[in-house]
């Protein structure tokens, strides 16, 4: 494995432009995790600009519903991180027609890794796609337990 650059994620008062979470990116999706008592969760209400086939949810923008819920999920603990690896388990198309359900959290936590899952479910229950990851810690926070990254 090659090396990873040195990159700092101390990021600027006001940083809005993160497509999952950014309440400043114009195309962004704008979600917003709270704490759930397990984890993290948000609602995203989709609409056809995410669509892939007409009626569905893009498999990519479910894979970054899905990242992000896992990101906020390791950033809660009071960790800095980054995302190693993930993967996506697409278990069956997801309708833009109501909300959808995002929750991650923290399944393995060690000084040098977090691990996460997270799901994406519909308003009935039903689970639409499942995924994990790793996240390397760069450096733990001193205002631990913040959710923002």
């Known amino acids: 494995m090659g090396m990873w650059p040195q990159v700092s994620i ?19 999706l ?15 209400n989709p609409d056809a600009r995410y669509q892939g086939w007409p009626g569905y949810l893009h498999g ?49 936590k060690t000084r040098k890794v977090i691990e996460c899952a997270a799901a994406v479910s519909l308003a009935d229950g039903t689970v639409a796609a499942e995924g994990n990851a790793t996240h390397f810690v760069i450096n733990a926070r001193p205002e631990a337990g913040r959710n923002d990254r």
């Open 10 to 28: 101390d990021l600027p008062e006001g940083y809005g432009l993160c497509f999952g979470c950014g309440q400043d990116n114009p195309i962004g």
């Open 60 to 108: 990519g923008i479910v894979a970054c519903l899905l990242d992000e819920a896992m990101s906020h999920a390791a950033g809660a603990t009071g960790a800095r991180c980054v995302t190693a690896r993930f993967e996506t388990r697409l278990k069956r198309l997801t309708p833009i027609s109501g909300p959808l359900t995002v929750t991650g959290h923290v399944t393995r």
């Open 30 to 44: 704008k979600m917003k995790f709270a704490p759930d008592g397990k984890g993290v969760s948000a609602i995203f």
